[in-house]
């Protein structure tokens, strides 16, 4: 067996020198597929980590009983078996390489080897072969071949390893500019050179049919030089020249693909170009497939052209990098096989300056808002708006947006043009987008709130909202501010107008117990305005009130303590001044009471809980307030009688009215009623039938300062006590004063 590299052994179109190339479709994926598994080449995906490999005479793995065991597809299918998960995709593609080209595998790995051991600092020394898996026996040569082997910079190796692709899909203009990159002679490549050889010949051939047709469209054979030019566009379907030459073509000859009738329609969107055959291609196995190109025209320059693959969801293809501010045509060319096979359906020129996209407005009192997105190429915009008066001037126009104030009532047109750089330097336009606008009349907003609590209601006023339905509201959650303008929505409706009992001279009566924020709102037809607001607050009433005086110019103060009401306060009402004379907390209230200073004349007492609410307008609630009379005091007194000699006269009965102002009419009656003693110490009468009356005195006959006095009659048997009782409806308004209990004795 010889161990030189390069014997004549192993399969049929073994390989008889080093690969330069891979030569194999689909490599850059494979490649890829490999580091992403981290593996160093193929090899480590064929063989576990730590067995070798033979690769002089095919691929060999070491099997049992020193035995070695080719790697063809069968292998490649078990191993794939084998190992399976992420390994699968790898070794599949392995395995369809191999049975495509029997010798594929060999050349990938020579090529991956090679590559490594050139790349390696210890390239040259045979260990590093046999670590990187090679057959310790084969080590030896591969590493002194691959020390002669030619070594290529980073643009050769890409052109070796895009080769295979690019002369797949029938570029051959782009094979022979790779081509141009590698040694002429294929450096040693039997496969190489003979590709090389290839792609030299069919650049050839293109050209001669492309000179062919050149000349035939002199001569005005126009079928003849678009035969020629469709042969040279089979044979390179990359070639510039074919393609205008097929366009230029279709153009001078009526303009319709193929006499098919279909016609490329294209649409200019913000951000690009879409591109759709009319009628549209039928679906399935009967649609050819088409490659679809676009034209840039360049001023005093070569026409340029890009190949658009990006499919559109709704059919047809989409330009997603068009070139703002240029003329382009595109053009869809019918494939056979990956392979160009007839003449091209061309569009009309477009300009590509498309418009802004997502225009719309928003409107309120005079005023116009409008937004919109401006495509990434563009320079800037233009706008223009147009009234019922003509162009209005004064907006304010910014990135994306506008803003015009002031406006009357009318139909408006906001246009927008987007403007674009040429090639040539000049700002070219677009054909712009129109919008049309109505500015509707609005309410006048109410600029002020003010509220007064009178007599039990809030009396509301304002400034503003002029001409226009204004509403008191009461918002469920925030207001909104003053001016926000708002729309009729039945999705959030406006708040109904208070719900309040109204009272004569226009006042609203708060319920008990609320704290409301009343927001003015200014309403025309479906359009309203938000005004200011206030808070009014009408606390709890309180109940169960009751008032007496105690004397001290003092009064006692009794009330059913209000729930959820941290202070009352009680507020007098006399002599036609009114104050508040004691705020009282709960914890004050049951210790020590409440108790208000007054006069003497008559007074109103009100009770309500304490507003919690700073800066509100007050509303007293309705009840809660107690009248009491004047202090009216009626007093008698036992004068003794004068001396007369050695006797004393009889005693007398002084009765004394003390009124501040006017007496009323139904003062009450003095009775005067004795009670005798039988004998023993007497009591008092406990009533004024508990005894014998004596006197009795007429309110009508008492007056401020003006006592009345009588005798007292002296026909009872002593010892007995006297006492004055007052008798009458007005008997519980005047309180008695009395004397002390032992002057009314008499012994």
């Given at each position: ?10 399969l049929?179109?073994?390989l008889r020198g080093?690969p330069?190339s891979?030569?194999v479709?689909?490599y850059a994926?494979l490649v890829a597929?490999?580091r992403?598994l981290g593996l160093?080449h193929i090899?480590?995906?064929l ?6 490999l ?10 049992g009983?020193?035995?070695w065991?080719?790697?063809g597809?069968d292998?490649l299918?078990q191993?794939?078996?084998a190992?399976?998960g992420?390994?699968?995709p790898?070794l599949a593609q392995l395995?369809a390489?191999?049975l495509?080209d029997p ?5 990938i790995?020579?090529y991956q080897?090679v590559e490594?051991?050139?790349?390696h600092?210890q390239?040259s ?10 057959c310790?026996?084969e080590?030896g040569p591969?590493?002194r071949?691959a020390?002669?082997?030619?070594r290529l910079d980073?643009e ?16 051959v203009?782009?094979?022979?500019g790779l081509?141009a ?5 294929g ?8 590709r090389l050889?290839?792609?030299?010949e069919?650049?050839k051939e293109?050209d001669?049919a492309?000179d ?5 469209e002199k ?6 030089a678009?035969d020629?030019?469709?042969?040279a566009?089979?044979?390179a379907?990359?070639?510039p ?6 366009v230029r073509?279709?153009r001078?000859?009526?303009?319709e693909?193929?006499g098919?009738g279909?016609?490329l329609v ?7 170009v ?6 549209s ?5 009967a649609?050819?497939d088409?490659?679809?190109a676009?034209?840039?025209?360049v001023?005093?320059g070569?026409?340029g052209?890009t ?8 059919g047809?293809?989409v330009?997603?990098h068009?070139p ?6 595109y ?5 056979r096989?990956g392979?160009?096979d007839?003449?091209p359906v061309v569009?009309?020129v477009?300009?590509?300056a498309?418009?802004v ?7 309120g009192r005079?005023?116009?808002?409008a937004?919109w997105t401006?495509?990434s190429?563009?320079?800037g915009v233009?706008?223009?708006l147009?009234?019922p008066?003509?162009p ?5 126009v ?5 803003t015009?104030t ?5 139909a408006?047109?906001?246009?927008v ?7 040539d ?8 987008a129109?919008?049309?606008v109505?500015?509707?009349p609005?309410?006048t907003p ?9 007599h ?8 503003g909202?002029q001409d226009?339905d204004?509403r ?12 926000t303008?708002l729309?009729?929505?039945?999705a959030?409706?406006?708040?109904a107008p ?6 004569a ?6 319920p008990p117990?609320s704290v409301?924020?009343v927001?003015a ?5 479906p359009r ?6 206030l808070?009014v ?6 109940a169960?009130a009751?008032v ?7 009064a ?5 303590w209000?729930a959820?009401?941290?202070?009352v306060?009680?507020t007098v009402e ?6 508040v004379?004691?705020?009282v907390?709960?914890?004050?209230y049951?210790r020590e009471g ?5 006069a003497?004349?008559a007074?109103?007492?009100t009770l ?10 007050v509303?007293?609630p309705?009840?809660?307030a107690?009248?009491v009379a004047a202090d009216?005091a009626?007093?008698y007194?036992?004068v003794?009688?004068?001396r007369r000699?050695?006797?004393?006269g009889?005693s ?10 006017d007496?009323?009419a139904d003062?009450p ?6 009670r005798s003693?039988n004998?023993?110490d ?5 009533t004024p039938?508990?005894g014998t009356t004596?006197l009795?005195?007429?309110?009508g006959?008492l007056s ?5 006095e009588?005798?007292?009659?002296s026909?009872l048997r002593?010892p007995?006590a ?9 008997a519980?308004d005047?309180?008695l004063?009395?004397?002390s209990p032992?002057t009314?004795?008499v012994?």
């Amino acid at each position: 067996m010889g161990l030189e590299f390069g014997h004549n052994l192993g399969l049929r179109r073994a390989l008889r020198g080093l690969p330069l190339s891979p030569l194999v479709p689909g490599y850059a994926r494979l490649v890829a597929q490999q580091r992403a598994l981290g593996l160093r080449h193929i090899g480590d995906a064929l063989v576990e980590r730590g067995r070798v490999l033979r690769v002089l005479d095919g691929v060999f793995e070491e099997g049992g009983a020193r035995r070695w065991r080719h790697i063809g597809a069968d292998r490649l299918r078990q191993v794939g078996a084998a190992r399976g998960g992420a390994y699968g995709p790898l070794l599949a593609q392995l395995e369809a390489v191999q049975l495509q080209d029997p010798a594929a595998l060999r050349r990938i790995l020579l090529y991956q080897l090679v590559e490594l051991l050139q790349a390696h600092p210890q390239g040259s020394d045979p260990r590093t072969a046999v670590a990187l898996g090679v057959c310790p026996q084969e080590a030896g040569p591969l590493v002194r071949v691959a020390a002669a082997h030619l070594r290529l910079d980073s643009e050769q190796r890409r052109a070796v390893e895009e080769l295979a692709d690019v002369w797949a899909d029938g570029k051959v203009r782009r094979a022979a500019g790779l081509a141009a990159l590698l040694p002429a002679g294929g450096g040693g490549d039997a496969l190489l050179r003979r590709r090389l050889a290839e792609i030299a010949e069919r650049v050839k051939e293109a050209d001669d049919a492309l000179d062919a047709a050149r000349e035939a469209e002199k001569a005005g054979d126009a079928r003849a030089a678009e035969d020629g030019t469709l042969r040279a566009a089979r044979l390179a379907s990359d070639c510039p020249r074919a393609l205008l030459g097929l366009v230029r073509l279709h153009r001078a000859g009526g303009g319709e693909g193929a006499g098919t009738g279909e016609v490329l329609v294209v649409r200019a969107a913000p951000e690009a170009v879409t591109v759709a055959l009319s009628p549209s291609p039928l679906t399935g196995d009967a649609a050819p497939d088409r490659r679809v190109a676009r034209l840039t025209r360049v001023p005093g320059g070569p026409t340029g052209i890009t190949e658009i693959t990006d499919l559109s969801p709704s059919g047809g293809w989409v330009d997603h990098h068009p070139p703002f501010g240029q003329e382009v045509r595109y053009a869809a060319l019918p494939l056979r096989d990956g392979r160009i096979d007839g003449p091209p359906v061309v569009s009309d020129v477009l300009l590509v300056a498309p418009d802004v996209s997502g225009l719309r407005s928003t409107t309120g009192r005079g005023r116009i808002e409008a937004t919109w997105t401006e495509p990434s190429g563009a320079l800037g915009v233009r706008v223009q708006l147009d009234g019922p008066d003509g162009p209005v001037d004064g907006a304010d126009v910014r990135t994306g947006a506008l803003t015009a104030t002031g406006l009357g009532v009318g139909a408006y047109v906001l246009r927008v043009h987007c403007r674009y750089r040429s090639p040539d330097g000049a700002v070219i336009e677009s054909a712009g987008a129109e919008h049309p606008v109505s500015v509707d009349p609005w309410p006048t907003p109410v600029d002020r709130l003010d509220a007064a609590a009178v007599h039990g209601s809030v009396r509301f006023s304002w400034s503003g909202g002029q001409d226009v339905d204004v509403r008191l509201v009461a918002w469920p959650s925030d207001p909104p501010e003053p001016g926000t303008e708002l729309t009729d929505d039945p999705a959030r409706p406006w708040p109904a107008p208070l719900p309040w009992e109204a009272v004569a001279g226009g006042g609203l009566v708060p319920p008990p117990g609320s704290v409301t924020r009343v927001s003015a709102l200014a309403v025309l037809g479906p359009r309203a305005v938000a005004g200011p607001g206030l808070v009014v607050e009408c606390p709890p009433a309180v109940a169960g009130a009751r008032v007496e005086r105690v004397g001290g110019a003092r009064a006692r103060v009794t009330f059913d303590w209000p729930a959820e009401a941290g202070e009352v306060a009680a507020t007098v009402e006399q002599d036609g001044a009114s104050a508040v004379h004691r705020v009282v907390a709960r914890s004050t209230y049951v210790r020590e009471g409440l108790y208000v200073d007054v006069a003497p004349s008559a007074f109103s007492l009100t009770l309500s809980a304490a507003p919690r609410t700073p800066d509100a307008v007050v509303v007293p609630p309705p009840g809660g307030a107690v009248r009491v009379a004047a202090d009216i005091a009626v007093s008698y007194r036992i004068v003794p009688g004068a001396r007369r000699a050695l006797r004393r006269g009889p005693s007398l009965l002084r009765v004394t009215l003390s009124c501040p102002g006017d007496v009323p009419a139904d003062l009450p009656e003095f009775v005067l009623v004795a009670r005798s003693g039988n004998g023993r110490d007497p009591v008092r009468p406990r009533t004024p039938t508990d005894g014998t009356t004596l006197l009795r005195v007429g309110g009508g006959t008492l007056s401020p300062g003006s006592p009345v006095e009588l005798p007292v009659p002296s026909g009872l048997r002593p010892p007995y006590a006297l006492r004055g009782f007052l008798l009458g409806e007005g008997a519980a308004d005047v309180r008695l004063d009395e004397p002390s209990p032992t002057t009314l004795v008499v012994r």
